[in-house]
């Protein structure tokens, strides 16, 4: 349930030092004052009907009454932190236990019985009007109740009870009772007419205002050189400003009179009253809309405007609001813009379908030299593709040949190192009958001097094979592990290599020659890309019938723009003069001719994934 509080809630009230405080405050500060003052009549009260009637202080009246006293002094001293229906509660039902147990004891002979009066006051302050007629109903009844009981002689008065109305203290608690009900309504009543007094203040000043706001608004209202009509919900004309008479011709009362349903202006179709009722519609639909209108003036005269309708509120009142606008000239010029249009439109559809059929010749001619151009085009791509094929033919070619050169000129030197390094070891055997720690170990590193040579000349070898076919069974380890050691130079105190390979050998059909390329064009981008020192990571598998090798490295990466242009002719990231950009397309050639796949992954300064899957 909801308290009324007659409609003033968020009205200001003036108190004594005339500061603005809502009827919420008011109230508090009503059943505040009310609970202190209360408490301190209860108190007395009690203590002048226990020093009257000192052996009833053991009885039921006493115990209750001291109960509620407490409960009304707890209330008192928390009453900022409760409610104001809490509180209110709270009074009411003390007032009328007490009125009851009074009742109980003395009947019509108690003084406690004014105190009724007051619950009606507290219950209006927390609750509604019926709320608060029922409450007061209900403590009427018990007390008619009670009294009742008292004529039929269930309750009784004893004449020892009676006798304390011969002692002051009994009538000075009466005169304490009236004094508090009497106070307690004196106390609401003039804070009630305190808020109704600046209520008529607030409205009279209010009624000024909405004088003076009414002046403005009819000023304003007049001082615009738009026509503005306030129309009903319906479309009646209810009021116009003067712009209005004087854009149509109409004083103001036959402009609010005017039946405008039988306007004779029906010159222009489209332009009806029908149309017109159906832009009402519209707004109410929308709640705005603007058009533009061929209006008749009182003379007769046609006229342009335009028309923006919004719906309203005025006083509660869902109302129209029209803004008429004379865009006569305007529209004139404008009809004559699309007249002059309409012409040129004419004339530029003739020099068009005239231009039309010159470009028909034109594009048969063109789509002649389009087909020349494409044939030149294909035959200079083939041109370019064979001069890059040949290119690297007769690179490869001129790398083998300097390759065996070199494989055949090295094998010499490194044979008679490794004769002369047994010579030794054979002679140390057969003079001392042992070799030296000193000398053994300086054989060693002869041995593996030489070993390693060799590795490298095999490898070489490997790389510069020359065949064409793709029929040999390759074992891709070897062929990574040859690359490795062609580049054992530029890896070694720089890079470290990690290999990662599956554990059977991985075979696959191809040119062992060509393979040695792909995975050293690989290898190579993969240094050149780590400036420092960094690491190289080499991964191989079989899965899905393919082989999948992955080279990572932790190099400067890729940019994202670049990515896709990797495997393009001529395209390189390296400064001028030290590519030529064919590396890698090469070696997407070379993996298409042998049915295999090559995908590029890289980040910027976190390094690049090349990924080559070859079927097995």
């Not at 004594?16 to 202190?36: A, D, H, M, P, W």
């Not at 509620?68 to 409610?83: H, P, T």
């Not at 009538?171 to 609401?188: D, E, K, R």
């Amino acid at each position: 349930m909801t308290s009324v509080s007659w409609g003033l809630d968020n009205l200001p009230i003036m108190g004594k030092r005339e500061s603005k405080i809502g009827i919420g405050t008011l109230k508090n500060q009503i059943v505040n004052t009310s609970l202190i003052f209360g408490v301190i009549m209860y108190a007395i009260a009690f203590s002048i009907s226990f020093s009257n009637v000192p052996n009833y202080f053991n009885k039921v009246n006493y115990i209750t009454n001291s109960i509620v006293l407490s409960s009304v002094i707890i209330v008192a001293l928390l009453r900022n932190r409760l409610s104001l229906r809490v509180k209110s509660i709270f009074l009411i039902a003390a007032l009328v236990i007490a009125v009851i147990l009074h009742i109980i004891w003395l009947g019509i002979y108690s003084e406690y019985m004014p105190l009724i009066i007051m619950v009606p006051f507290f219950a209006i302050l927390a609750f509604n009007l019926r709320e608060s007629i029922i409450i007061f109903i209900l403590a009427i009844g018990s007390i008619v109740i009670l009294g009742l009981l008292h004529v039929n002689n269930i309750l009784t008065v004893r004449q020892s009870d009676l006798d304390r109305y011969h002692h002051l203290q009994t009538w000075v608690l009466a005169l304490l009772i009236l004094s508090f009900v009497s106070v307690g309504i004196l106390i609401i009543i003039t804070k009630f007419y305190n808020t109704f007094h600046v209520l008529v203040n607030d409205l009279k000043t209010q009624n000024i205002k909405l004088q003076f706001s009414e002046q403005s608004y009819r000023e304003i209202f007049n001082s615009t050189t738009d026509a503005i009509l306030k129309l009903d919900y319906n479309g009646e004309i209810e009021d116009i400003n003067d712009a209005a008479c004087q854009m149509f011709g109409y004083s103001h009362e036959e402009f609010i009179h005017f039946d405008w349903s039988n306007s004779k202006n029906r010159e222009r179709e489209g332009y009806t009253y029908i149309q017109a009722s159906k832009y009402l519609q519209d707004v109410k639909t929308k709640g705005n809309i603007t058009f533009e209108w061929l209006s008749q003036h009182k003379n007769g005269n046609l006229f342009w405007v335009e028309i923006a309708i919004k719906t309203t509120y005025i006083l509660g009142e869902k109302k129209l609001l029209a803004v008429v606008r004379n865009i006569d000239e305007k529209k004139k010029i404008q009809l004559q813009l699309d007249e002059y249009r309409n012409r040129l439109e004419d004339i530029v559809n003739d020099r068009t379908i005239a231009l039309h059929n010159a470009n028909d010749e034109l594009t048969r001619m063109n789509g002649n030299l389009y087909l020349q151009k494409e044939e030149l085009r294909i035959a200079l791509d083939e041109l370019k593709d064979a001069h890059n094929k040949l290119l690297q033919s007769e690179k490869m070619a001129t790398l083998g040949i300097l390759a065996a050169g070199i494989a055949h000129e090295v094998n010499s030197p490194l044979q008679y190192i490794q004769a002369g390094a047994i010579g030794l070891e054979a002679y140390f055997e057969d003079t001392y009958n042992q070799v030296p720690t000193e000398v053994n170990m300086l054989l060693s590193s002869i041995n593996e001097g030489v070993s390693r040579s060799a590795n490298i000349v095999a490898s070489l070898n490997q790389f510069s094979r020359q065949k064409n076919e793709l029929t040999e069974s390759v074992n891709i380890h070897n062929v990574i592990e040859n690359c490795l050691n062609i580049l054992g130079n530029k890896l070694k105190y720089k890079i470290s290599v990690e290999k990662q390979f599956f554990k059977d050998n991985i075979i696959i059909i191809g040119n062992e020659g060509q393979l040695h390329q792909v995975i050293i064009n690989v290898l190579t981008n993969a240094i050149q890309a780590i400036e420092d020192e960094g690491k190289i990571l080499i991964k191989t598998s079989i899965k899905d019938h393919q082989a999948h090798l992955s080279f990572i490295d932790n190099g400067h990466g890729i940019k994202p723009e670049d990515i896709n242009r990797l495997t393009e002719p001529f395209f390189t990231t390296k400064p001028s003069g030290e590519g030529t950009g064919l590396g890698l397309s090469i070696t997407q050639k070379i993996i298409e001719e042998h049915k295999g796949k090559i995908n590029f992954t890289s980040e910027p300064d976190l390094g690049t994934t090349v990924t080559i899957t070859f079927p097995i």
